[in-house]
């Protein structure tokens, strides 16, 4: 268990809609970072929030958006879903220190249809 | 920019061989991570291990081992003795200081299958 978990494990939706997947780091970890994990893109980095400012953003649509609440927990919200954004979505946190290991959930796997 | 590369796709071995994965990566930065993660058929990603540019000492841990030569940009990983439970898709990663943050760059993984 890395101390990440991750909600809900499973999420099943349809084109157009909306949803949010929820976060919450390991204690005393101020970073949190999204991937997307799909067959044919592999592992994405998508975006980084640190301390509750967004720190980093990698390949994110701009359908997607995320935020870090004072708690420290973190949510990924995916609008106007689209058949190719199912797909298995980490998030990971870690301390922030350069070159930090990252530890991740367990993954919500979207499926849309 | 920064590239991982992992040529193998698929590797089957049978129980108590040894295996080597390798990860090739590319990056102008002279200081950099890298890393091993293990995600096991359940799904979840497994931290394995973390390396600096700067340190090429190996290292071993158990049955796993790890291989970082800075002259030819790889950091191979070893499993000795392999067992049923090392089947899984290995993925390595690196890590610099850059516009994205501290991000994980992963190579495209590989699939481990040890059977009996």
């Known amino acids: 268990d890395s101390g990440v978990t991750q909600t809900p494990k499973h999420l099943i939706t349809a084109t157009g809609q909306r949803v949010t997947l929820r976060c919450s780091p390991r204690?005393?970890?101020?970073?949190v970072y999204w991937y997307q994990q799909s067959l044919d893109q592999g592992l994405q980095f998508l975006i980084q929030?640190?301390?509750?400012?967004?720190?980093a953003k990698g390949n994110i649509l701009e359908r997607f958006s995320a935020q870090q609440f004072p708690d420290l927990h973190s949510e990924l919200n995916l609008s106007s879903l689209e058949l190719g954004d199912s797909a298995l979505y980490f998030c990971?946190?870690?301390?922030?220190?350069?070159?930090?290991?990252?530890?991740f959930g367990p993954g919500t796997r979207l499926t849309v249809l | 920019a920064q590239k991982v590369t992992q040529a193998q796709t698929e590797i089957s071995v049978v129980e108590k061989e040894d295996v080597t994965l390798d990860c090739v990566y590319e990056?102008?930065?002279?200081?950099?991570?890298l890393f091993w993660y293990k995600q096991p058929p359940s799904g979840e990603l497994v931290f394995l291990i973390r390396r600096n540019s700067f340190d090429e000492q190996n290292e071993i841990s158990g049955r796993y081992s790890w291989n970082f030569q800075k002259s030819t940009s790889s950091f191979n990983f070893t499993i000795t003795a392999s067992q049923v439970v090392d089947s899984a898709v290995y993925f390595c990663a690196l890590s610099v200081a850059s516009n994205s943050g501290y991000a994980l760059n992963f190579g495209k993984g590989t699939s481990l299958l040890v059977t009996p």
């Open positions: 990056t102008r930065d002279t200081t950099y991570y």
């Open positions: 204690s005393g970890d101020l970073s």
């Open positions: 929030y640190y301390n509750g400012e967004e720190r």
């Open positions: 990971a946190s870690s301390v922030e220190q350069v070159g930090d290991e990252q530890f």
